[in-house]
């Protein structure tokens, strides 16, 4: 494997690159960006990128052909999967469809001593976009082009009669920044800034699927959002998703459109995803079987590039600091060994596999034959016919019926069915039926005279590894896909630079094949310290689904606890409800009720309302009745005359917990762990989908979700953990963790306070044990001190006052000093000192009566009476 950064590739005065595409043929490379003045397309002669004979050779070209025709920026360039033409879209709102011409060399207008080895024309120009045109799509039978647009559209062109449309797709609500077909055609997929990515049917242009979850904690903060489709149909990928609060690519899996793995390791947002075309394969060692799995690229914000194999738990290769800037673009070339990417720094990369690396495509044949299999369908047959996408068959059955009548010569019913990840063999296992790979962890950079590098990366993985009794492989050869863990570990591998030149065909060194031969194999000391450049490194994929309920507790109105037709009463201290599901079923459907009624002893109710859809959860105070149904709205009412007090609220997902403080503020919990507040009394909202996925460590799950008396977020999780939401530092602040040593060892000072104090009940599943006089005095002081903070931000007062006395008296005995003149310098107030500018503590407490307190402690030691006088002094003189 090979990197290489020719830097004579370029845009003027270094621009943004933001796209590149290979040609088919694999013999030249478009790039799209910021030219002169407007946008501007070349298309480059790949060969001197790969090899150093030809880029010193004057007399091969590397620069084929450019267009300066775009009035803006270049956003996109796509050659058609045969490679007759060319489509571009830019900031001009255009889309321009490009053919070679006969017409020779010519100069390149407006440039001194540029010359275009071929003529490239704009023989179509579409300009139905009212924004800029931020993405394109080739169909995989070329009839048909895909256009994404910042006006929230996508439009389908006919190809063969532009600029006749199919379609235009108008469901987003925000700027379409990338789409992307599957092999098939049969769906055409879609990705915007308002959150969503859109599986669209291409048979009515119906949508198949929206996704949503994946996408709620993310900002529109990419310039692109280039999705891609494995070339199996199987796995769609997506840009720039979530999972517990860092970036990932969201696997989409085609089976039931179910969304619970995802590439995580990236540090910053995935821009751009791409699949190598071809479905590859390797020979499973120790067995005359083949295995098959598809190949993954994937750019980021963070100038990273990572490169996946289906058939592998972690990365291929990672390159960190590729670039200066965001990867925005990735293409494949058509024999799937060659990978360019480009940024916003203007530059390009190329990596260059070999197939022992990567592995051998399918061939055309076996290419068509396991879609024949899949989907009743040969890709090859229809790449020259007009294409509905009805003519294709996903149902086994189906298929099989087919088969049968039509008497081909497959004959099993194909199962669509996801794979299980391959579970490597115990330690005494692989030494029976596999040979350990070696491989070398030093590379080589070579710094050419030229100012390029080139690098050598090596693997980080040998090849994977399956029990004996997993290697059974279909009769042809099914898909075996693994998206699942990686392992924790860093990967050791460094990179070595050398100044001097190399010749440009030195091969990565491989393991060899046999058990004999790695015998002779040693291996390298790895230095203590990693010296700069470009680092491999390997990512981890998660397994936490993105759609799954985290929130394990059910409410008593949850509609599987509330059978059709059955009533609840709920009670409060002021009120009395009834809530009935199904009741009064009509013709136009059935109805949720809701009555209340003036005391908890009347049974004639006061008013009554209805709604439409079940009711999952209801919460109340003096003022409003909270209503959460499974429609995943929230309706709000009055408690004196059920008059509805605003719209119904929507929300991303079913509710599961809902509560509603005595100041109005009402506090939602989704399935998917996300938190919902409003104040509804001045209709605002204070916290909008704020995930509790990053709380969820140590497999917790969500015990309860209430308010505090100052109306904040309250968590609590099933291993004891507890949590509140601070809005002024916008972050979660840890109340009570029964896993922490400090807590353990400071449990003790804690079972003189009555439990039902707000901090106590949250931390009762500490373990209280005696005290341990062994344990350094700092330990204790740091658990008193976490007592008052949380205390404070719980507006305990009584709690406040008791863990802020015990610190003082700790200080005085064990030290320092600094922190006890820090509390007293605190409680000096804005009267005394400018270290505080209100004149009450954080629990309401006046800091006058706090530090007279602590002084009257202070003044009983006579170890402190020159503390006392000091700061007793102070008091008198500002009285």
Avoid at 161 to 184: C, F, N, Q, R, Y
Wanted: glycine share 6%; charged share 20%; proline share 6%.
């Amino acid at each position: 494997m090979k990197l290489l950064k020719p830097t004579w590739v370029t845009h003027e005065d270094n621009k943004p690159i933001f796209s590149v595409d290979i040609h088919p043929k694999g013999n030249k490379f478009a790039t799209g960006g910021q030219g002169g003045q407007g946008g501007r397309i070349v298309i480059w002669n790949l060969a001197p990128v790969l090899n150093e004979a030809d880029e010193l050779n004057p007399k091969v070209p590397k620069m084929l052909c450019q267009m300066d025709n775009h009035l803006s920026c270049v956003n996109v360039i796509r050659w058609s999967c045969e490679g007759h033409l060319l489509a571009s879209g830019g900031d001009d709102k255009l889309v321009m469809i490009w053919k070679l011409t006969g017409e020779g060399s010519s100069s390149v207008f407006g440039s001194s001593g540029k010359i275009n080895v071929e003529t490239w024309k704009c023989v179509t120009t579409l300009n139905s976009h009212g924004g800029d045109v931020l993405d394109l799509a080739w169909a995989p039978h070329d009839g048909w082009l895909a256009s994404g647009s910042v006006d929230n559209t996508v439009i389908i062109w006919n190809v063969q009669k532009l600029p006749e449309k199919v379609a235009v797709l108008k469901s987003h609500t925000g700027m379409v920044k990338g789409v992307t077909w599957d092999p098939i055609g049969k769906y055409l997929a879609s990705q915007s800034d308002d959150r969503s990515l859109r599986v669209w049917r291409t048979a009515d242009w119906a949508q198949q699927e929206v996704v949503t979850d994946c996408f709620v904690d993310c900002s529109a903060t990419t310039h692109v959002l280039r999705l891609s489709w494995s070339p199996d149909g199987q796995y769609l990928v997506s840009a720039h998703a979530m999972n517990g609060g860092g970036p990932t690519a969201q696997i989409i899996e085609r089976d039931g459109w179910k969304q619970d793995k995802d590439f995580v390791g990236h540090r910053k947002a995935i821009t751009c995803v791409r699949f190598n075309s071809n479905i590859l394969k390797k020979l499973l060692p120790s067995s005359p079987k083949t295995q098959q799995y598809c190949c993954c690229a994937i750019g980021s914000r963070d100038r990273s590039l990572s490169v996946w194999l289906t058939s592998l738990k972690r990365p291929l290769v990672v390159i960190k600091d590729l670039f200066d800037d965001s990867v925005l673009d990735i293409s494949w070339s058509s024999n799937g060994m060659n990978l360019l990417a480009c940024s916003w720094d203007g530059t390009i990369a190329c990596v260059v596999f070999v197939p022992q690396e990567i592995g051998h495509p399918l061939s055309v044949d076996e290419k068509n034959a396991l879609y024949e299999r899949m989907y009743g369908k040969s890709l090859q047959r229809n790449w020259n016919q007009s294409f509905t996408g009805s003519q294709i068959i996903e149902n086994p059955e189906l298929l099989q019926a087919m088969e049968e009548i039509n008497d081909q010569r497959i004959k099993p019913v194909i199962q669509k069915e996801v794979l299980k990840p391959v579970t490597p063999p115990t330690p005494q296992e692989s030494t029976k039926t596999l040979t350990p790979a070696v491989t070398p962890n030093k590379q080589i950079e070579t710094r050419l005279p030229s100012g390029k590098r080139r690098i050598t990366p090596m693997f980080l993985t040998a090849a994977p590894v399956l029990a004996k009794d997993s290697l059974e492989v279909p009769l042809m050869n099914e898909m075996s896909t693994s998206f699942s863990s990686s392992s924790p570990s860093k990967s050791k591998i460094i990179v070595e630079t050398r100044k001097e030149s190399v010749p440009s065909d030195i091969q990565p060194q491989s393991a060899p094949p046999t058990s004999k031969n790695t015998e002779n194999v040693q291996s390298t000391n790895l230095p203590k310290v990693q010296p700069p450049g470009v680092q491999i490194n390997q990512l981890m994929c998660s397994d936490v689904p993105g759609d799954q309920p985290i929130v394990h507790f059910i409410n008593i109105l949850e509609p599987l606890k509330l059978p059709s037709g059955s009533t609840v009463t709920k009670k409060t201290s002021r009120i009395k409800m009834q809530v009935t599901n199904g009741c009064n079923v009509t013709s136009k459907g059935s109805f949720a009720k809701i009555e209340v009624f003036k005391n908890i002893d009347d049974n004639q109710p006061i008013w009554e309302t209805f709604l439409g859809s079940t009711i999952r959860c209801v919460a109340a105070n003096r003022k409003f009745i909270i209503v959460c149904c499974d429609d995943m709205t929230i309706n709000c009412f009055f408690v004196k005359s059920g008059s509805k007090v605003l719209p119904s609220l929507l929300i991303e997902d079913l509710a599961v917990s809902i509560c509603i403080s005595e100041c109005c503020h009402c506090l939602v919990l989704t399935k998917t762990g996300l938190l919902h507040m409003w104040d509804l009394e001045n209709e605002k909202s204070i916290l909008s989908r704020i995930s509790l996925r990053s709380l969820l460590s140590n497999k917790a799950s969500v015990s309860s979700c209430t308010l505090t008396d100052a109306s904040l977020p309250l968590v609590t999780l099933t291993d004891g953990r507890a949590y509140s939401y601070s809005l002024n530092m916008q972050t979660w602040v840890l109340l009570s963790n029964p896993l922490d040593p400090v807590s353990k060892a400071g449990g003790s000072l804690s079972k003189s306070l009555p439990s039902t104090l707000p901090l106590t009940a949250l931390q009762k599943s500490i373990p209280i044990h005696g005290t341990n006089d062994t344990l350094p005095s700092g330990v204790t002081l740091s658990f008193l001190e976490s007592q008052i903070a949380a205390s404070s931000l719980l507006k305990s007062t009584t709690e406040f006052k008791h863990w802020l006395l015990a610190t003082v008296n700790h200080l005085l005995e064990k030290g320092p000093e600094c922190r006890l003149r820090s509390i007293l310098d605190e409680l000096m107030g804005s009267k005394y000192s400018s270290c505080s500018k209100t004149q009450n503590s954080d629990c309401g407490l006046r800091k006058e009566d706090l530090l007279k307190e602590i002084l009257k402690i202070i003044k009983t030691k006579l170890p402190w009476q020159r503390l006392y006088k000091e700061y007793n002094e102070q008091i008198v003189a500002e009285s």
